[in-house]
């Protein structure tokens, strides 16, 4: 998002930096509702799946909720109950699905993309440069965390963080 935003009189050469550095978060979380007791299950499926991991979240005998992750929003549309179906009993044979609630974060406006996963070796570089603020203009986000990246409990410990600075700022 933050290319999209004209700041002016523009930012940091680290910054430009970093937001030219794209990250490759761009997957798919759904939520399956399965019939049946799965189990305490996370099983990892190689790159190649369109579901490349599946994690349970509760499992009771009347039916369990899993997680399932695709990192190629191309190969699994989040939208599509047979084809996730399909695949899925590609990993959990006995799974069958009663219902689904989906996020396609690559196609989400807003967010254009999943968590942070920056390519290797350019954490130190980014990270820091993105989170630096840029005169009165202070950034948080789950992006910049330094121990959840990626999740909302980044999001918050980036907000502290950034609310810490501006505190600073104003005394």
Same mark, same amino acid.
């Given at each position: =998002?933050?290319?999209?935003?004209?700041?002016?009189?523009?930012?940091?050469?680290?910054?430009?930096?970093? =937001? &030219?550095?794209?990250?490759?978060?761009?997957?798919?979380?759904?939520?399956? $509702?399965? $019939?049946?007791?799965?189990?305490?299950?996370?099983?990892?499926?190689?790159?190649? @799946?369109?579901?490349?991991?599946?994690?349970?979240? @509760?499992?009771?005998?009347?039916?369990?909720?899993?997680?399932?992750?695709?990192?190629?929003?191309?190969?699994?549309?989040?939208?599509? &109950?047979? +084809?996730?179906?399909?695949?899925?009993?590609?990993?959990?044979?006995?799974? &069958?699905?009663?219902?689904?609630?989906?996020?396609?974060?690559?196609?989400?406006?807003?967010?254009?993309?999943?968590?942070?996963?920056?390519?290797?070796?350019?954490? /130190? $570089?980014?990270?820091?440069?993105?989170?630096?603020?840029?005169? @009165?203009?202070?950034?948080?986000?789950?992006?910049?965390?330094?121990?959840? @990246?990626?999740?909302?409990?980044?999001?918050?410990?980036?907000?502290?963080?950034?609310?810490?600075?501006?505190? +600073?700022?104003? /005394?």
């Amino acid at each position: =998002m933050l290319p999209d935003i004209a700041i002016s009189p523009g930012v940091s050469a680290g910054k430009k930096t970093a =937001m &030219r550095s794209p990250h490759a978060g761009s997957g798919s979380k759904i939520f399956a $509702e399965l $019939e049946g007791d799965t189990g305490n299950l996370s099983i990892l499926a190689p790159q190649s @799946r369109p579901i490349v991991w599946l994690a349970t979240q @509760r499992h009771a005998p009347e039916g369990s909720l899993v997680i399932l992750f695709s990192t190629r929003p191309n190969r699994l549309d989040p939208a599509d &109950r047979d +084809e996730i179906q399909r695949q899925l009993t590609e990993i959990l044979p006995q799974a &069958r699905i009663r219902a689904i609630a989906a996020t396609d974060w690559a196609a989400d406006p807003f967010s254009k993309g999943s968590w942070c996963a920056l390519q290797p070796g350019r954490t /130190r $570089e980014v990270v820091p440069a993105l989170a630096r603020p840029e005169g @009165r203009i202070h950034f948080a986000s789950a992006d910049t965390a330094q121990g959840w @990246r990626g999740f909302v409990d980044g999001a918050i410990e980036s907000g502290l963080r950034a609310a810490r600075e501006i505190g +600073e700022t104003l /005394r």
